[in-house]
């Protein structure tokens, strides 16, 4: 009977060759994404491709092209692609482990290559006995058949399941694309109609400042937290060379007006609140000084915005045992600079807290100076006042690709480490003594099994009496 003809659309689906192309479009399209960077100012790209360049790549969203709707797509056939593939494969590898391995016949056993004959003795049943038990007592679940001519066929197998690998990489690999449309903000906007479900932004935010919206990367459009973030410091260190070493900002989270997180952020350190990551991503020089106080007994660190017009004006903080601290600019003037390269200005402090009298000292622009008072000590810089620059996301779909990362390890482990293992024996009567030939396939990995066929083949040589 012929086979059924494949509908030409399914087998089209179905074809490896459209897996080879959809994965090749995928990756040099990925190419164009690590080449462009990501989320910019249109400014940046005129900057760094022209007018021409940047007008294509704004006509294609190459600047957020992991989120635009023609990567979108191109990920919704390749995961098509991969889903009938595996169901068009599926059953073979199905009919393939459950096959009835004991009605081949003896002769066609005896033509495969890995394959040990031990002479047993005796009866062919009671041989077939000694064997299956052997087997059995190596942790070879056994069947037996009995066969024409008075043979005795033994078989036992291992790893069966190890065939369906190649589906768990599948089933990963649509998990984690399933991932990455969960989390992609054109899908959020778009499809679901929910800006907040998932949203790439930023914003800029001057210390002392908080926010509870930010500013997305696609439209600029403002979108909601659901919280306010404030930026209660930003530290930065220079090398040498005045180029940026290190920078960080103190955040705090606050819901209804009460704090309710605190913690400092720099690169590569996020703050995850909710769902939504803020990164450290830059820094901007907002041009008038800022007050950095830090206790250095508790670490509790404190910082008062300078109002050029208004720099004279009293500071002053609580501490935690509840009692009043102030400070405030008596004076400034500029001078030459200590380095001899430009000016800075001096500035006379006038500082007070809970015990003893006030304390009277000078202190340069952007240079700490320490503060000993009888009950505290603190360390005191007058510097420039800078906004973070916070990168925030909101990714539901990153658990979906940690644990489709996770179930493809799994799979890529069976897959290429783990096989399926079979073995027969055929016992007969071979010059009037029975003879048990050991049988052998194994779909991966043939060198380690023919080590462990034949340490069982010689084992039971070593045991048959």
Known sequence: MAAKAKNPVWAFLASVRLALL????????????????????????VQAWGKTG???????????????????????????NLTVCS????????????????EISPEQLLKMKMQRTVPVGGSVAA???????YLTGKGWKTARRDKEGGQILLFAQKGGWTRYGVYVVHISILIIL????????TVAKKILKNEQFAFKGGVLLPETRATSRIFSYDDESEIPL????????????FYDNGMPKDYLSGLTVLED????????????????YKGVTFYQSSYNDMHRPIIHLTNTATGKKMVFPVNPQEYDKTQSWQEADGSQGMLRIQSAESIPSPSGAGSTTKMQIWLMDAQGPPSMFSIFYNQPVIVERPGAKYELRIGPHYATGLQVAKDPGVWW????SALMLLGLWVAFFMSHRKIWICVREEKGGATAVFIGQVNKNSLGFENTFAALAEGFSGNRR
């Open 127 to 133: 041989a077939a006995e000694k064997a299956a038990a």
């Open 226 to 237: 659901g919280f306010t973030v404030r930026c209660d410091f930003f530290d930065i260190h």
């Open 178 to 185: 399933l991932g990455a449309v969960i989390g992609s903000p």
């Open 22 to 45: 959809l994965i090749g479009l995928l990756a040099s399209t990925s190419i164009i994404g690590t080449v462009v960077q990501q989320n910019k100012e249109p400014e940046h790209y």
């Open 401 to 404: 690709v940690y644990g489709g």
């Open 257 to 272: 007006g009460k704090e309710v997180l605190t913690t400092t952020i720099e690169v590569n350190k996020p703050l995850i």
């Open 54 to 80: 940047a007008a294509v790549i704004d006509a294609f969203h190459f600047d957020d092209m992991y989120n635009s709707v023609w990567f979108l797509l191109l990920l919704g056939a390749f995961s098509l």
């Open 87 to 102: 169901i068009d494969r599926l059953p073979g590898v199905v009919r393939l482990v459950r096959k009835d391995n004991l």
